[in-house]
């Protein structure tokens, strides 16, 4: 109609939103939509004067200030801060992605330090006990036993002294064979004092035989001493009995030597096979007191890693071992060493008394004193070429702690030279290409390839000499990365 200004819908909504008043106008659960396009409705058609009065709901003119018309430059105004804080949104957004995409890349940086450099030389190695006894799985004399089954096992870790029980294998069938042993020995003993007892015997019998023939003899000799005043007949009678008794007493002589010879042959077969016996019977005897096996030392309890029929672990009760297996050892843990292999390159840098620092993989916070007591003098051949040979090197650990334990792996660090106020960058940072090392230096632009010298070095990190100067942000990782040189 000619005079009245229209106003739009949607600047009123806006006009209520900008008021935190549009869930009066569209969320009210209370009044049913059509009454709301109404209202939309009535305020296009009617004058602004009135549309500004029409209340939304009964109350609202009472609770809510009522709306005035918004200004075009105001909206202008908040449309260009949107627009300004948009692009900034947009500028960060793309800044953190740029730097996730780099860091995937590889590109992480470092930056050149000043500091006190020290040259190490790190060796790796494995705990030991200086003072240790191996327990082996026992021998056993004369047996035919393929292996033993552990029955009772002290578990590793736990602390023994001298005489303290280790471990018991199963000993029936050893106590069998002793009393087998044992029995066979009685019954030859027993029938040596029977051999004995009748030896006895026949020996008092050949005696009384011997005396008897000797004093016939004697008889005989009297008879024929009184031939002269005998008839002819009676002296040659006497003369046969002399020779007769002569003859018994020779054979009683010489037949009283065979028979002692006999006697005393059988005798001492039954002694061998008796003493046989007897030393069969000990080694039953040991057999079975093997069964049981003591610390020799004191100190504590550590089990090894051996075969056991189809797989590698440690002995356990119900276990079945071959005999000779050194599956257990007493170690002292008061005293312990590290030994360690050392490169041919390597070997000029060490000398026996040098001291060294040990850490341990398994407790990285851990570290001790140590000193270097023992360095071979002759090499072994790698395991991968025979050209390269490795020396043995043992380092005695100074201290103790509850954790240092045998076969745990070690590094060995030894101060090799220090360097002060030096400029040290990650060894991992400098590449080499025909004869010239460099790295990669940040730029305005990227990463550009700049020439270093370097000096002394470690695992970790290496000297620059000249190059470079503190501050200087280079590449972490020296390699190239696509579309970076």
Same mark, same amino acid.
């Given at each position: 109609?000619?005079?009245?200004?229209?106003?739009?819908?949607?600047?009123?909504?806006?006009?209520?939103?900008?008021?935190?008043?549009?869930?009066?106008?569209?969320?009210?659960?209370?009044?049913?939509?059509?009454?709301?396009?109404?209202?939309?409705?009535?305020? &296009?058609?009617?004058?602004?004067?009135?549309?500004?009065?029409?209340?939304?709901?009964?109350?609202?003119?009472?609770?809510?200030?009522?709306?005035?018309?918004?200004?075009?430059?105001?909206?202008?105004?908040?449309?260009?801060?949107?627009?300004?804080?948009?692009?900034?949104?947009?500028?960060?957004?793309?800044?953190?992605?740029?730097?996730?995409?780099?860091?995937?890349?590889?590109?992480?940086?470092?930056?050149?330090?000043?500091?006190?450099?020290? +040259?190490?030389?790190?060796?790796?190695?494995?705990?030991?006990?200086?003072?240790?006894?191996?327990?082996?799985?026992?021998?056993?004399?004369?047996?035919?036993?393929?292996?033993?089954?552990?029955?009772?096992?002290?578990?590793?870790?736990?602390?023994?002294?001298?005489?303290?029980?280790?471990?018991?294998?199963?000993?029936?069938?050893?106590?069998?064979?002793?009393?087998?042993?044992?029995?066979?020995?009685?019954?030859?003993?027993?029938?040596?004092?029977?051999?004995?007892?009748?030896?006895?015997?026949?020996?008092?019998?050949?005696?009384?035989?011997?005396?008897?023939? +000797?004093?016939?003899?004697?008889?005989?000799?009297?008879?024929?001493?009184?031939?002269?005043?005998?008839?002819?007949?009676?002296?040659?009678?006497?003369?046969?009995?002399?020779?007769?008794?002569?003859?018994? *007493?020779?054979?009683?002589?010489?037949?009283?030597? $065979?028979?002692?010879? &006999?006697?005393?042959?059988?005798? @001492?077969?039954?002694?061998?096979?008796?003493?046989?016996?007897?030393?069969?019977?000990?080694?039953?005897?040991?057999?079975?007191?093997?069964?049981?096996?003591?610390?020799?030392?004191?100190?504590?309890?550590?089990?090894?890693?051996?075969?056991?029929?189809? @797989?590698?672990?440690?002995?356990?009760?119900?276990?079945?071992?071959?005999?000779?297996?050194?599956?257990?050892?007493?170690?002292?843990?008061?005293?312990?060493?590290?030994?360690?292999?050392?490169?041919?390159?390597?070997?000029?840098?060490?000398?026996?008394?040098?001291?060294?620092?040990?850490?341990?993989?398994?407790?990285?916070?851990?570290?001790?004193?140590?000193?270097?007591?023992?360095?071979?003098?002759?090499?072994?051949?790698?395991?991968?070429?025979?050209?390269? @040979?490795?020396?043995?090197?043992?380092?005695?650990?100074?201290?103790?702690?509850?954790?240092?334990?045998?076969? *745990?792996?070690?590094?060995?660090?030894?101060?090799?030279?220090?360097?002060?106020?030096?400029?040290?960058?990650?060894?991992?940072?400098? +590449?080499? &290409?025909?004869?010239?090392?460099?790295?990669?230096?940040?730029?305005?632009?990227?990463?550009?390839?700049?020439?270093?010298?370097?000096?002394?070095?470690?695992?970790? +990190?290496?000297?620059?000499?000249?190059? $470079?100067?503190?501050?200087?942000?280079?590449?972490?990782?020296?390699?190239?990365?696509?579309?970076?040189?």
């Amino acid at each position: 109609m000619p005079g009245e200004k229209h106003i739009s819908p949607r600047l009123i909504i806006e006009e209520y939103a900008g008021r935190n008043e549009i869930r009066e106008i569209g969320s009210s659960q209370s009044e049913p939509a059509l009454m709301r396009v109404s209202i939309f409705d009535r305020v &296009a058609t009617e004058p602004a004067s009135k549309a500004r009065e029409l209340p939304l709901r009964q109350d609202l003119s009472r609770t809510k200030p009522q709306a005035t018309p918004p200004e075009p430059k105001r909206y202008i105004g908040l449309i260009a801060a949107a627009a300004v804080a948009l692009t900034a949104g947009i500028f960060v957004y793309l800044h953190i992605r740029q730097g996730q995409t780099a860091a995937v890349g590889g590109n992480q940086t470092v930056t050149v330090e000043q500091k006190d450099f020290v +040259e190490l030389l790190r060796l790796t190695g494995t705990t030991d006990a200086v003072h240790s006894q191996p327990i082996l799985v026992p021998t056993l004399a004369g047996a035919q036993l393929n292996s033993l089954v552990v029955t009772r096992l002290a578990p590793a870790g736990t602390h023994v002294r001298k005489g303290d029980m280790l471990v018991e294998f199963d000993p029936q069938a050893q106590l069998k064979d002793y009393l087998d042993k044992q029995a066979t020995y009685e019954d030859l003993a027993d029938q040596m004092v029977v051999k004995r007892a009748a030896e006895d015997a026949a020996r008092a019998k050949d005696d009384t035989d011997l005396k008897q023939a +000797e004093d016939d003899l004697t008889k005989a000799q009297l008879e024929v001493s009184k031939n002269e005043l005998v008839s002819r007949i009676d002296a040659e009678k006497n003369q046969e009995t002399l020779e007769e008794a002569q003859a018994t *007493l020779k054979q009683y002589q010489e037949t009283y030597k $065979l028979k002692r010879q &006999a006697a005393a042959a059988d005798i @001492r077969t039954l002694e061998i096979q008796r003493d046989r016996a007897n030393a069969t019977m000990k080694y039953a005897q040991m057999n079975a007191r093997k069964m049981t096996v003591y610390s020799p030392m004191d100190g504590m309890v550590v089990l090894n890693t051996v075969w056991l029929g189809g @797989r590698m672990g440690e002995v356990q009760e119900g276990d079945q071992v071959r005999p000779g297996v050194p599956f257990m050892k007493v170690v002292d843990p008061s005293e312990m060493d590290v030994r360690a292999n050392v490169n041919e390159a390597d070997l000029l840098h060490l000398s026996v008394g040098q001291t060294a620092t040990i850490s341990l993989d398994a407790y990285p916070g851990l570290s001790f004193p140590a000193t270097l007591v023992e360095l071979s003098p002759l090499g072994q051949t790698g395991q991968f070429s025979d050209k390269v @040979r490795t020396f043995s090197a043992l380092f005695t650990i100074q201290g103790s702690n509850p954790k240092l334990m045998p076969d *745990l792996s070690a590094a060995v660090d030894i101060d090799l030279r220090e360097v002060k106020n030096a400029m040290v960058v990650p060894l991992q940072s400098v +590449e080499s &290409a025909k004869g010239q090392e460099f790295v990669w230096l940040k730029s305005l632009t990227g990463f550009e390839k700049h020439a270093v010298k370097t000096g002394a070095r470690n695992d970790l +990190e290496v000297v620059v000499e000249s190059g $470079l100067k503190p501050g200087d942000v280079i590449r972490e990782r020296a390699e190239e990365v696509a579309g970076m040189s």
